[in-house]
């Protein structure tokens, strides 16, 4: 079956880094665009970014441009998320999608496979 496993979370200080991997298996992760969205307490799941199946294109939500990066490794079935200059606002499970479609989407639903999430906290 289709697993998705994030990795990468804990606890940073504000203007710290961190990088968050999500690996996935039991899917051809070539032909998928990938996204990564967060979800903090008493808050709606939102978007932060996505790749599209080549890699050659990026976007990502006004709240993070510039300051997190979204890339992929179709040799490692791996996507990453470089997060710089955090901010306590940054503080949230972050979870990364699979987007069968290739294209992938700011929107939730659009996205076939989910993982566990994984917690980052920036907190001085």
């Known amino acids: 079956q289709v697993q998705l496993v994030e990795s990468g979370g804990g606890l940073v200080q504000p203007g710290g880094s961190l990088k968050l991997s999500c690996a996935a298996s039991?899917?051809?992760?070539?032909?998928?665009?990938m996204g990564w969205f967060r979800q903090a307490p008493g808050k709606e799941r939102e978007f932060v970014a996505a790749v599209r199946w080549s890699g050659g294109y990026t976007y990502y939500a006004d709240s993070v441009k510039g300051r997190f990066t979204i890339s992929r490794d179709n040799a490692k079935n791996t996507v990453y998320l470089q997060m710089n200059s955090l901010k306590p606002e940054d503080t949230a499970v972050y979870y990364c999608?699979?987007?069968?479609?290739?294209?992938?989407?700011?929107?939730?639903?659009?996205?076939?496979?989910w993982g566990q999430g994984t917690q980052v906290t920036v907190s001085s």
């Open positions: 039991g899917l051809t992760f070539g032909s998928y665009a």
């Open positions: 999608a699979a987007d069968s479609s290739g294209l992938g989407t700011v929107i939730a639903t659009v996205y076939d496979y």
